[in-house]
C-alpha cells in the first residue's frame, strides 16, 4: 500500500489551456491539523519520503507542534505523470504555477486550511516556495527557500539543457529547446526501450554529478571522507547512476521542463515582471543559498531579496562546500543543524533578524 494520499482535482486545466483528465496531487501530512499549517513540497526527482529527513519531534519542522503537508511535485511519479498516466504523449508541459494550483486545491478544499503558516522547500522546493508566496501572497506568513530561486537563471537554463540532452540522446532525440523537451512532433514520439533508458538516465546521472556538489566537495574527497565511496568511479556508480537509474526517464523530463520554465513572475497579476512579483511578497522571507552552489548561487538570491519590500526578505548562505547538496536531502549533517537552527528561530519568533548570527556548529567552509 502507498505510503501517501491522493487529492483528486478532476479535469484540471493547466497553463497553457492543455487538460490533464481525472488529475490527481499525492500527499502526506503529518501532526495534528488544528496545529498551525506548514507546507513543505518536493523537489527534482524526489518522492514524499524524500523530504522526511528535515522532520522530527526534535526539528523545527515538528509534528508535535505544526500540521506539515508534503506535496508531491506533477512529474515525480506519485502525482499525475508520465509513468501513471498513459495519455497523453508527449505528456504535456507543466508549471509551477499549475503545480502550486493543485497545491491549493488540496490545502483549502482538499484538507480544509485558511491560512499557512509558513512554505519552505529545496531546489525545486525552493521555486514553489517562491510560487505560492507570489500566487497567493496573503496566505502565508513565513517563507523559507533553501538553494533554489524564484525563477530559472539563463545559466540554470543551459546547465538543464545538457542534462536534457544526454538523457534523450540515447533514443535518438534531440532537443526542442527550453521547457519544449524532445525535437519531436507528437505524431512521431515513441516510448522508450529498456535499453535507452538505462543508457540515457545513466548519462543523465554523470551529467548531473558535475553540477551537485562543488570543486571544493571533490577536491577535497568529501565522496570519500564522509559519504563513504572507495574512488571518483565508485561514487559515479554508486551515487549517481544508481540515484538516475532508480528514476522514470520521462518523469524526469516533465519535471526538468517545470524547472526550466519556472519564473514566479510568468503569471497574470505580473505579467513578466519579475520585479514586481518580488515587491509584492508579503511573507517574511529567509533564502538561503548554497554558499558553493553551482545551480542557485547567492548573488541570484541576493538580487530577489534586494526586490522585496523592506524588511520582508533576509538572505543567509549556507557556509558549506556541499554545493547543491548543502540544502538537502540530509547527506551533510553539518549543514542539516545548520538550516535546522535558523528555521526554529524564524517558526519561533517570526523574526528574520534573529536568523542572521544563530550559533552554528558549521563553523567554516572547510570540512578539514
Known amino acids: ?7 483528486n482535482l478532476g479535469d484540471f486545466t493547466l497553463q497553457s489551456g492543455i487538460t490533464l483528465r481525472n488529475a490527481y496531487i499525492a500527499y502526506k501530512t503529518f ?11 518536493t523537489w527534482y526527482s524526489g518522492l514524499i519520503s524524500d523530504n522526511e529527513w528535515l522532520l522530527g519531534d526534535d526539528m523545527a519542522l515538528s509534528a508535535k507542534k505544526y500540521f506539515i503537508v508534503i506535496p508531491a511535485l506533477f512529474g515525480n511519479g506519485q502525482s499525475t505523470s508520465p509513468s501513471n498516466t498513459p495519455e497523453p504523449r508527449p505528456f504535456p508541459s507543466v508549471t509551477m504555477l499549475d503545480n502550486v494550483t493543485a497545491q491549493y486545491r488540496l490545502v483549502t478544499e482538499g484538507l480544509g486550511v485558511k491560512h499557512l503558516k509558513a512554505v519552505l522547500g529545496w531546489s525545486m522546493g525552493a521555486a514553489q516556495t517562491f510560487q505560492w508566496i507570489t500566487q497567493y501572497p496573503d496566505f502565508v506568513d513565513l517563507a523559507v527557500p533553501f538553494c533554489g530561486a524564484a525563477r530559472c537563471s539563463l545559466h540554470n537554463k543551459v546547465f538543464l539543457e545538457g542534462v536534457k540532452s ?5 533514443k535518438g532525440a534531440t532537443s526542442g529547446g527550453s521547457s ?12 522508450w526501450t529498456v535499453e535507452e533508458r538505462e543508457t540515457g538516465l545513466k548519462a543523465l546521472g554523470r551529467v548531473y554529478a558535475g553540477w551537485g556538489f562543488s570543486q571544493a566537495f571533490y577536491r577535497e574527497k568529501v565522496y570519500e571522507t564522509h559519504l563513504g565511496f572507495k574512488s571518483l568511479e565508485d561514487f559515479m556508480v554508486g551515487f549517481w547512476e544508481a540515484w538516475a537509474l532508480s528514476k522514470d526517464p520521462e518523469n524526469m523530463m516533465t519535471m526538468l ?8 513572475s510568468d503569471q497574470d497579476a505580473y505579467k513578466g515582471d519579475f520585479e514586481l512579483a518580488m515587491r509584492s511578497i508579503k511573507a517574511k522571507t529567509l533564502v538561503l543559498p548554497g554558499k558553493t552552489d553551482l545551480y542557485f548561487p547567492p548573488e541570484d538570491s541576493e538580487y530577489e531579496v534586494s526586490c522585496m519590500p523592506p524588511g520582508v526578505g533576509k538572505c543567509v548562505a549556507f557556509p558549506s562546500i556541499w554545493g547543491h547538496w548543502a540544502g538537502g536531502p540530509g547527506n551533510s549533517k553539518e549543514d542539516v543543524k545548520w538550516l535546522n537552527q535558523r528555521l526554529k528561530v524564524l517558526f519561533e519568533t517570526g523574526d528574520l533578524q534573529d536568523t542572521k548570527n544563530v550559533e552554528s556548529s558549521v563553523a567554516s567552509l572547510s570540512l578539514k
Not at 544526454?166 to 540515447?170: F, H, K, S, V
Not at 519544449?180 to 516510448?191: H, K, Q, V, W
Not at 521542463?257 to 514566479?264: A, I, P
Open 180 to 191: 519544449n523537451g524532445e525535437a519531436t512532433a507528437a505524431s512521431d514520439y515513441r516510448a
Open 257 to 264: 521542463d517545470t524547472w526550466q520554465s519556472s519564473d514566479c
Open 31 to 41: 501532526g495534528n491539523p488544528s496545529n498551525p499549517a506548514i507546507v513543505y513540497p
Open 1 to 7: 500500500m502507498a505510503d501517501f494520499s491522493v487529492f
Open 166 to 170: 544526454a538523457l534523450i540522446a540515447a
